[in-house]
């Protein structure tokens, strides 16, 4: 099993900036795919971006041209670069990773609140 550990989240004025990062127990490097999802009270937990072990992405529409996936194998750590940061970005961002089958960890969470 491995657990992840994210990082980043905070206050910031729309428009503004946040990097997040997800620390893995273990190794990432044999972990297929990785990804970043983001939670709203009364809403289901959605994709943001997601990130293969070859470097391939896929983005949520809503995000495109303002965020950026990142994976630092050496590091075990994957990032999510947020400019531009709009309310509508506002939720609990979680990090996820593809173990394979039907198995997927989930990191604990970190808030993001964009407002003025």
């Known amino acids: 099993q491995v657990q992840l550990v994210e990082s980043g989240g905070g206050l910031v004025q729309p428009g503004g900036s946040l990097r997040l990062s997800c620390a893995s127990s273990?190794?990432?490097?044999?972990?297929?795919?990785m990804g970043w999802y983001r939670q709203t009270p009364g809403k289901q937990r959605e994709l943001v971006a997601t990130?293969?072990?070859?470097?391939?992405?896929n983005y949520a529409d809503s995000v495109k041209g303002r965020f950026t996936i990142s994976r630092a194998n050496f590091r075990n750590t994957l990032y999510l670069q947020m400019n531009s940061l709009k309310p509508e970005d506002t939720g609990v961002y979680y990090c996820?990773?593809?173990?394979?089958?039907?198995?997927?960890?989930w990191g604990q969470g970190t808030q993001v609140t964009v407002s003025s």
């Open positions: 996820n990773a593809d173990l394979g089958g039907s198995s997927s960890a």
């Open positions: 273990r190794s990432i490097f044999s972990i297929y795919a």
């Open positions: 990130i293969t072990i070859g470097g391939t992405t």
